[in-house]
C-alpha cells in the first residue's frame, strides 16, 4: 500500500480537452493523486460537475459574469469559489498545492504560471503559449525558484523522455508533426478550406484553438519556440519532419549518432500522467502499440511554402526579443476570426506576418513589456482582419 499523501494538483483549465483528460489520470490514480483546485474560463456548469466529482479545495470562474450560479451550484459543499483573472493567481499559491497543470489557452496562461513559479510550484506545462511569448523569463524564474517545468505536450514529453539517463548534449531535436488536415492540400485547395474541415484532425482530438493552429502548423512553430527554451537547443538544430501516423511523438540525436525516441499510441494521458507521476511510471489501461498492424510509418519534409505560419515561427525565433509574443497575439486573433468565419485560412499567415512587421519591436522585453506587446499585437491584427477581409 502506498503510504504517501496524494500529490495535490491545481488544474488551470479542468474543462478543456487536457484539463478534462488529467482529471481521468486523477481518477484512476486516487491513491496518488487529488484535484486541489479546477479552473475554467466561462463553462461554469461542467465547472460545477467537475467539482462535486472531484470535491477541490477551491474553484475559479475567471469570467466574472458566472460566478453566482456557480456559487449557488456549489453551495452544499466546503468548496471556496472565486471570480476573475486576479483569483486564478491566488489559488496556484495556495500551501496546499505540489503542482500546477496550465491547460489554459493562449496568452492568459502566463500570469498564473508565473505566479505558480514564484510560489515554488512544480509546473505541468500544455500551454505552450506562455513559452512561446516568454520562455526565456520563464527560464529565468525557474532558475531563481528552483522550480521543475514537466513538460505535457506529446512531443516535448517524447524528447524529455528520449533525454532521461543522458548526460551528454543533444546534436539535433526531431520534433515529429502529424501535419493536419491539409498535409496534401495545395496553396489553391488551402484558399477554400473552412474551420469545419480544419477541426477534423486526423489524430488527435484537442480543443479548438490547437485544432486550428495544426491545421496551419503555427502549432509546431510554437512547439519549436517551446523546444528552444525547454531543452536549450537553437532552432537549427530542431528538424521538424513530418509524420502523419503520429506514432513517433519525437526524438533526439546525439553526437556519436544515436537517435532516441518515443512512441505510442495518440493519448495525451501518457503524458499528463508521466508529468504527475515523474520520475516514476504508473500502470495504465491505456492502448497498447500493435507493431503488426502498424504497416507505414512514413516521414516526409515540412513545407514551408504552403503553411507559413511554421516559417514566421522560426523568423520570430530568429528575431528574438518580442517576436515570438507578437506573432503569439496576432496568432490569437486570427485563429478566432478563422473560427468564427472572419479571416480566411490563407490571409491568417499575411496578417501575423504584416503585424510582425508593425508591432515594436523590443529585443529584451521586461513582463510588463509583453503584457503591452500582446495587446498592441492584438490590436494591429484587429485592424488589419478589418480592413482587409472581404468574401
Ligand atoms: P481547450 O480549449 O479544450 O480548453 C481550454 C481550457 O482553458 C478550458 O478549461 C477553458 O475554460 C480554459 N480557458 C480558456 N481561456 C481562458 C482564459 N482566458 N482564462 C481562464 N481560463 C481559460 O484547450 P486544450 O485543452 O486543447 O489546450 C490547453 C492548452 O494545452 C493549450 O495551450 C494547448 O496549446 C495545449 N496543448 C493541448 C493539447 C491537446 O491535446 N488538447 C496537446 C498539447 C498542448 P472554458 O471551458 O470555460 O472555456
Ligand atoms: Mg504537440
Known amino acids: 500500500m502506498n503510504q504517501e499523501t496524494p500529490k495535490q494538483i491545481a488544474i488551470l483549465g479542468s474543462t478543456g480537452s487536457i484539463g478534462t483528460q488529467a482529471l481521468q ?19 461554469w456548469e461542467l465547472l460545477a460537475e467537475q467539482a462535486r466529482q472531484f470535491k477541490p479545495a477551491a474553484v475559479v470562474i475567471a469570467d466574472e ?5 456557480l456559487r449557488d451550484a456549489l453551495a452544499d459543499l466546503p ?5 476573475g483573472a486576479d483569483a486564478l493567481c491566488q489559488v496556484v499559491e495556495s500551501p496546499e498545492v505540489d503542482m500546477v497543470l496550465t491547460a489554459m489557452v493562449g496568452f492568459a496562461g502566463l500570469p498564473p504560471t ?73 496553396c489553391e485547395q488551402l484558399e477554400t478550406v473552412t474551420p469545419a474541415m480544419a477541426l477534423k484532425h486526423p489524430n488527435w482530438d484537442m480543443g479548438a484553438k490547437i485544432t486550428i493552429d ?3 502548423m503555427m502549432n ?64 495504465s489501461d491505456f492502448d497498447r502499440l500493435d507493431w503488426f498492424t502498424m504497416h507505414d510509418l512514413t516521414f516526409e519534409r515540412p513545407d514551408t511554402d504552403r503553411f507559413r505560419c511554421l516559417a514566421l515561427a522560426y523568423v520570430a525565433l530568429h528575431r528574438g526579443g518580442n517576436a515570438p509574443c507578437i506573432v503569439n497575439a496576432a496568432n490569437e486573433i486570427v485563429n478566432r476570426a478563422f473560427l468564427e468565419g472572419r479571416c480566411r485560412f490563407l490571409q491568417m499567415a499575411d496578417i501575423i506576418e504584416e503585424t510582425l512587421q508593425r508591432a515594436t519591436f523590443i529585443k529584451q522585453p521586461t513582463y510588463e513589456d509583453y503584457l503591452q506587446s500582446d495587446a ?6 484587429a485592424a488589419f482582419l478589418s480592413s482587409s477581409f472581404n468574401v
Open 214 to 216: 495544426s491545421a496551419s
Open 65 to 69: 459574469s458566472h460566478y453566482e450560479p
Open 79 to 83: 468548496i471556496a469559489v472565486y471570480a
Open 376 to 381: 498592441q499585437a492584438r490590436r494591429i491584427a
Open 25 to 43: 489520470v486523477i481518477a484512476a490514480h486516487a491513491d496518488r493523486f487529488e484535484a486541489r483546485v479546477l479552473t475554467a474560463n466561462h463553462r
Open 220 to 283: 509546431k512553430g510554437f512547439e519549436v519556440i517551446e523546444a528552444k527554451w525547454l531543452f536549450g537547443v537553437e532552432p537549427e538544430h530542431i528538424q521538424v519532419v513530418v509524420h502523419p501516423q503520429s506514432v513517433v511523438h519525437s526524438a533526439v540525436q546525439f553526437a556519436d549518432g544515436a537517435v532516441k525516441a518515443q512512441l505510442g499510441v495518440p493519448d495525451m494521458r501518457v503524458p499528463i500522467q508521466l508529468a504527475f507521476s515523474f520520475p516514476e511510471r504508473l500502470q
Open 114 to 186: 508565473i505566479a505558480a513559479i514564484r510560489a515554488g510550484k512544480p509546473i505541468a506545462l500544455a500551454n505552450k503559449e506562455t513559452m512561446v511569448v516568454a520562455g526565456e523569463l520563464i527560464n529565468g524564474l525557474c532558475r531563481q525558484y528552483q522550480v521543475p517545468i514537466l513538460p505535457v505536450d506529446s512531443e516535448h514529453s517524447a524528447i524529455f523522455q528520449s533525454m532521461m539517463g543522458e548526460v551528454s548534449p543533444i546534436e539535433k531535436i526531431i520534433l515529429t508533426a502529424s501535419g493536419g488536415p491539409f498535409r496534401t492540400f495545395t
